[in-house]
């Protein structure tokens, strides 16, 4: 994986490849090509920029943003808060599921997949692209939030009218890269069990979103 080859769709690419070649960006490579090599890492290695893949720069209109990828065995998959089909629901991702049934009546899916979602312009992001086995938090520190950062000011800088769901106090602090003038902010506690009640149910992020994406003429989500 040479800094310059990362699997990337070409609008991202092309918006940022000023990255690539930033010391940090290199340096970080290096270290994530040294731990697949020696540790199990999720998610695997061809998935670490899937996100990227499925919701291209041109098309994302809503940004969800994560912490870290799922560190047990089978979840991760490349898009913040989803799994693969046929795994079972993480809390964070079931708390999702309940409270977007309760905002617009979708009934609980089948699969905890959110490909559906990225394919539709949700760019589904997590702070840290990458993570040991059983070992939350791992990978922070080591370059990743410096990227993805970077991706967050790209979006709020060069597009507009794009809704970022910040979710707990993590994503939170992400506010300060994003002018709220020329985007929708919608901000609310996590939706993990220890604080989905203190303030993610009953916060209508999924139906405020479609209000907004249709009232600034775009394609509502089919949630």
Same mark, same amino acid.
């Given at each position: 994986m040479?800094p310059?080859?990362?699997?990337?769709?070409?609008s991202w690419k092309e918006?940022l490849? @000023?990255?690539?070649?930033?010391p940090?960006?290199i340096?970080l490579?290096?270290?994530?090509?040294n731990?697949?090599?020696?540790f199990?890492?999720y998610?695997s290695?061809?998935?670490?920029?899937?996100a990227f893949?499925l919701?291209?720069f041109?098309k994302t209109?809503?940004?969800i943003?994560g912490?870290?990828?799922?560190?047990g065995? @089978?979840?991760?998959? @490349?898009?913040?808060f989803?799994v693969?089909? @046929?795994v079972?629901?993480p809390?964070s991702?079931h708390?999702i599921?309940?409270?977007?049934?309760?905002?617009?009546?979708?009934?609980?899916p089948?699969?905890?997949?959110?490909?559906?979602w990225a394919?539709q312009?949700?760019?589904?992001l997590n702070?840290?692209l990458t993570v040991?086995a059983?070992?939350a938090?791992?990978?922070?520190?080591?370059g990743?939030?410096?990227f993805?950062?970077?991706?967050?000011k790209t979006?709020a800088?060069?597009?507009?009218?794009v809704?970022?769901?910040?979710?707990?106090n993590?994503?939170?602090?992400?506010?300060?890269?994003?002018?709220n003038?020329?985007?929708?902010?919608?901000?609310?506690?996590?939706?993990?069990?220890?604080?989905?009640?203190k303030g993610?149910f009953g916060?209508?992020?999924?139906?405020?979103a479609n209000?907004?994406?249709q009232?600034?003429?775009?394609t509502a989500?089919?949630?």
């Amino acid at each position: 994986m040479h800094p310059m080859n990362v699997r990337i769709e070409p609008s991202w690419k092309e918006m940022l490849t @000023g990255e690539f070649t930033q010391p940090y960006f290199i340096k970080l490579i290096n270290y994530i090509r040294n731990a697949y090599s020696h540790f199990t890492i999720y998610p695997s290695a061809q998935n670490i920029f899937r996100a990227f893949e499925l919701s291209s720069f041109t098309k994302t209109k809503v940004v969800i943003l994560g912490q870290d990828p799922y560190h047990g065995a @089978g979840q991760a998959d @490349g898009l913040a808060f989803s799994v693969p089909t @046929g795994v079972a629901f993480p809390p964070s991702l079931h708390n999702i599921f309940i409270e977007l049934r309760s905002d617009i009546g979708t009934p609980l899916p089948a699969s905890g997949s959110l490909d559906r979602w990225a394919k539709q312009g949700v760019l589904l992001l997590n702070a840290t692209l990458t993570v040991s086995a059983c070992q939350a938090g791992s990978h922070q520190k080591q370059g990743w939030e410096v990227f993805t950062d970077a991706v967050i000011k790209t979006i709020a800088q060069h597009k507009t009218n794009v809704v970022f769901m910040l979710w707990g106090n993590f994503a939170r602090k992400k506010e300060v890269l994003i002018d709220n003038q020329k985007h929708l902010i919608l901000q609310s506690a996590h939706p993990s069990p220890l604080a989905a009640h203190k303030g993610f149910f009953g916060k209508n992020h999924f139906s405020k979103a479609n209000a907004y994406l249709q009232a600034t003429e775009q394609t509502a989500i089919q949630w």
